[in-house]
């Protein structure tokens, strides 16, 4: 980035500087059924990049308070969320399409209507489609940890990116973080603690236990059962 601070800065000033992204995409297999969940059920579960905003009263059946997911996987448990609480709006966002067409299969079996999935780079749906003051919540749970000291870098929770996601939360709406890296654990901590315009949900001012609202998967309970930690952690807009 040299003597600018930002991506922004850069730009603004005519510089281009390659970006460091969060995650790689290893295209994985797309099995038959995920291919024909994407096919036929696009139109009711997909939400294609636009660089301008959403309507995003206009996105579901009904309007109401919206949570977005970052990196969701498979979709289980960003599945079982939105069958849940019914009474929240979902948008998840990820980059590997196998897990998109898993989720869109899910989803449709189940007969859900507040649900949405989006595959594409999130912090570019988020500068460029999300409005400001819209969300209720954000979830990013077992983020790529990115272990190597020298990939560090690429960690998505950053200084920059925590308050780009403040700028669309609304007053009031959470920031819930969740890793089974300690060492990332304790850099989300640091990050969060410093930002600005945030508040530690936590009671001592670490870490949280694990809401109710966020299901257990079968690799956290493996990881359970083998001795290994998970730390969550919420931030509220203040």
């Known amino acids: 980035m040299g003597k600018y601070k930002s991506q922004e800065e850069a730009e603004a000033a005519g510089v281009y500087v390659r970006k460091v992204q969060s995650f790689i995409?290893?295209?994985g297999r797309l099995t038959k059924g995920q291919a024909l969940a994407i096919e036929s059920f696009w139109s009711d579960?997909?939400?294609d990049y636009q660089p301008d905003l959403f309507n995003l009263d206009t996105l579901f059946p009904k309007a109401q308070?919206?949570?977005l997911e970052i990196g969701f996987g498979m979709g289980k448990s960003l599945v079982e969320m939105a069958q849940n609480t019914p009474e929240l709006n979902f948008i998840g966002i990820e980059v590997h399409k196998p897990g998109v067409g898993a989720c869109i299969a899910e989803a449709q079996?189940?007969?859900?209507?507040?649900?949405?999935v989006m595959e594409h780079?999130?912090?570019?749906?988020?500068?460029n489609s999300i409005p400001d003051n819209s969300l209720h919540r954000v979830q990013?749970?077992?983020p790529d940890p990115w272990h190597k000291k020298r990939h560090h870098k690429r960690r998505i929770v950053q200084a920059e990116f925590?308050?780009?996601?403040?700028?669309?939360?609304h007053q009031g709406g959470t920031f819930h973080m969740a890793t089974d890296?300690?060492?990332y654990a304790e850099q989300m901590l640091e990050v969060m603690l410093e930002a600005e315009g945030y508040e530690n949900q936590s009671s001592d001012k670490t870490y949280v236990p694990r809401p109710d609202y966020r299901p257990i998967t079968k690799f956290e309970k493996r990881g359970e059962r083998l001795g290994h930690g998970v730390w969550d952690l919420i931030f509220e807009k203040e």
Do not use: H, S
Request: proline share 3%; aromatic share 10%; charged share 25%.
């Open 181 to 183: 890296w300690e060492n």
């Open 162 to 169: 925590v308050q780009l996601l403040r700028q669309k939360l």
């Open 65 to 67: 308070p919206i949570v």
């Open 25 to 27: 995409v290893r295209e």
């Open 121 to 127: 780079d999130a912090v570019e749906v988020l500068k």
């Open 109 to 116: 079996a189940l007969g859900l209507t507040n649900l949405k």
């Open 140 to 142: 990013l749970y077992f």
């Open 45 to 47: 579960y997909g939400l």
